[in-house]
């Protein structure tokens, strides 16, 4: 078995499934345990950081002779939880292909950055190089949240993320707004129509105006890459009885966002839609209010780093490394926001939170020599 496949298979074999998402998760500190181990005998520089408890953040670092440009690699521990899985932590290699919980989703980007890591020592670079392993990227990106607030320990000019691409570059990935919508009625007994206001019809009216407003903003795709926005109806509750009109109703929304628009600009779209809508019933009342939010992510095609990957990528696939878009919600967003130009190329595979998850081996190679070479140009 290769080096590759090796460190790859003991990183699958750990439980690494996020707390968050499951009641018997594990957590990321046994695997937070096996790379900083792995790094020591590397000969690596290690931290760990303590995103929470039991959840550290591992930091391992190559250092450069100085005066060079230093890169960051990034890939999450964490994984989703494993019902219904057969053995999901016993890693099996088949017809080039290695499957278990997280081997595609991310522990072999892990094991590609690590190795790739491990090379640059040799490199003779100028520059740091550096991996943050995180934390809770499949829930609330405690991790790299964490590792940013203290980013003047292990700053870098440029992030690599290994999240899965299959061996393309993504360049900009949707975000999302939390938006909580209430609609107000006046409770009264079902047998006294006339003393009652039903919340619960009301929100059928919100309902419909937001369906509408999807359909709308799909039709409409103003984002080269990303196409448009998305919103859908996620949760509702409302009522007390069933021998009473409700008083209250509570719709919860998601609304995927692009590149340009903000929890602000989705709130202030919500509320005009209610708006709308009371204009035409004088019983309607209804408030919307943006709860949580995370930033939609785009790096223009043309810079330098995006560029540069594609030039190093391109010369080891021999063929065309397109730039993509990614409809999901990826740590590069926070990248992003704190001005870090940020680029995902990732391997080939499939089963992403699935039952069956698996990840092409001869990919991950791929992109094992892809790091490397980005590294020997970027850090020289």
Known sequence: MTELNTLLSNLVSINSVNPDLARDGAGE????DFIAAWGRSAGLEVHVQTAAPERPNVILIARGS???????????????????????????????????????????????CMLALKAAQDMDLRGDVMLSAVVDEEYGSIGTEAL??????????????????ELDISIAHRGFVWVDIETFGLAAHGSRPHLG???????????VAL?????AMRADPTHGLLGSGS????????????????????????????????????????????EEIAAADPDFKAQAKATFARSPYHIEPAHPLVQQLKRVAEARLGR??????????????????????????G?????????????????????????????ADFCR
Not at 237 to 244: A, F
Not at 320 to 345: E, R
Not at 349 to 375: F, T
Request: hydrophobic content about 45%.
């Open 66 to 112: 100085g005066g060079g440009k230093s890169l960051m690699l990034n890939a999450h521990t964490d994984t989703v939880g494993v019902t219904d899985m057969d053995a999901p932590f016993q890693p099996a290699i088949r017809d080039g292909r290695l499957y278990g919980r997280g081997a595609y989703d991310m522990k072999s980007g892990l094991a590609a």
């Open 231 to 274: 919103l859908h109806a996620s949760l509702i509750s409302g009522g007390e009885e069933i021998s009473m009109y409700p008083a209250h109703c509570k719709l919860q929304v998601e609304r995927r966002t692009i590149p340009g628009e903000t929890a602000g600009s989705v709130e202030a779209e919500t509320q005009a839609i209610l």
């Open 347 to 375: 391997p080939a595979g499939a089963g992403a939170h699935a039952i069956e998850e698996w990840v092409d081996l001869a990919s991950v190679e791929r992109c094992r020599e892809i790091y490397s070479d980005l590294i």
């Open 29 to 32: 500190g046994r695997i937070g």
């Open 148 to 165: 940013l607030a203290e980013w003047e320990r292990w700053p870098a000019d440029a992030v690599l993320i290994s999240e899965p691409t």
């Open 320 to 345: 065309d490394a397109a730039l993509i878009g990614s409809s999901w919600w990826m740590d590069s967003a926070l990248f992003g926001d704190k001005g870090l130009p940020t680029v995902v190329l």
């Open 197 to 207: 206001v039903d919340a619960i019809a009301k929100m059928g009216k919100v309902l």
């Open 211 to 215: 369906a509408a407003q999807d359909r």
